[in-house]
Antibody, heavy 110, light 113 residues
Framework: QVQLVESGGGVVQPGGSLRLSCAAS????SHWVRQAPGKGLQWVTV????????FYAESVKGRFTISRDISKNTLYLQMNSLRAEDTAVYYC???????WGQGTLVTVSS | DVVMSQSPPSLPVTLGQPASFSCRSS???????????LSWFQQRPGQSPRRLIY???NRDSGVPDRFSGSGSGTDFTLKISRVEAEDVGVYYCMQATHWPLYTFGQGTKLEIK
């Protein structure tokens, strides 16, 4: 059974940091996608199959870092310099977007 | 950047009737390898997105055959032949042709009339 389980969300002050995790079973994960409250889906970042390349949406470039630990089957999203507009549910998804996690909520607020 | 535009924003449909969702891209979605990487996703209330269709017209495993995708170039359509109550939710198109920047449409909300 394919499973993706995100964790690490919470409330953080503007300018703060948070690290999200996505534990996976049995396949290659790649993307983080977010959804602000009541809004649509926004692609955030992707890591290549070999882990050597990462790409980011303009809105998070320089602030967010995607990485993975193959030995732990875990994908990460390090989020720094957080802003109110980063408030969203963050989903991890497989390379072809055919499987998604349940999402973890990040709230940036003072 | 490629912009994906969906219409209408909201689609009220009577149970058992057909529904049609439109998605247009600002650039052609034909990849150099000849494929068109346009997908459709369903997001039911309170749930994660679920992929329904990939490469324009290929249904994912477990997706009822009342869902179908079509289109080419910059103009794409998702159709539901007969809407059921479980189909309520928001439908998104997404392009992956112009990776590594992926773009979603803003979504169309399907509701029962």
């Amino acid at each position: 059974q394919v499973q993706l389980v995100e964790s690490g969300g919470g409330v953080v002050q503007p300018g703060g940091s948070l690290r999200l995790s996505c534990a996976a079973s049995g396949f290659t994960f790649s993307h983080w996608v977010r959804q602000a409250p009541g809004k649509g889906l926004q692609w955030v970042t992707v890591i290549s199959y070999d882990g050597n390349n990462q790409f980011y949406a303009e809105s998070v470039k320089g602030r967010f870092t995607i990485s993975r630990d193959i030995s732990k089957n875990t994908l990460y999203l390090q989020m720094n310099s957080l802003r109110a507009e980063d408030t969203a549910v963050y989903y991890c998804a497989t390379h072809e977007f055919d499987f998604w996690g349940q999402g973890t909520l990040v709230t940036v607020s003072s | 950047d490629v912009v994906m535009s969906q219409s209408p924003p909201s689609l009220p449909v009577t149970l058992g009737q057909p529904a049609s969702f439109s998605c247009r891209s600002s650039q052609s979605l034909v990849h150099g390898d000849g494929n068109t990487y346009l997908s459709w996703f369903q997001q039911r209330p309170g749930q994660s997105p679920r992929r329904l269709i990939y490469k324009v017209s290929n249904r994912d495993s477990g997706v009822p055959d009342r869902f179908s995708g079509s289109g080419s170039g910059t103009d794409f359509t998702l159709k539901i032949s007969r809407v059921e109550a479980e189909d309520v939710g928001v439908y998104y198109c997404m392009q992956a042709t112009h990776w590594p920047l992926y773009t979603f449409g803003q979504g169309t909300k399907l509701e029962i009339k």
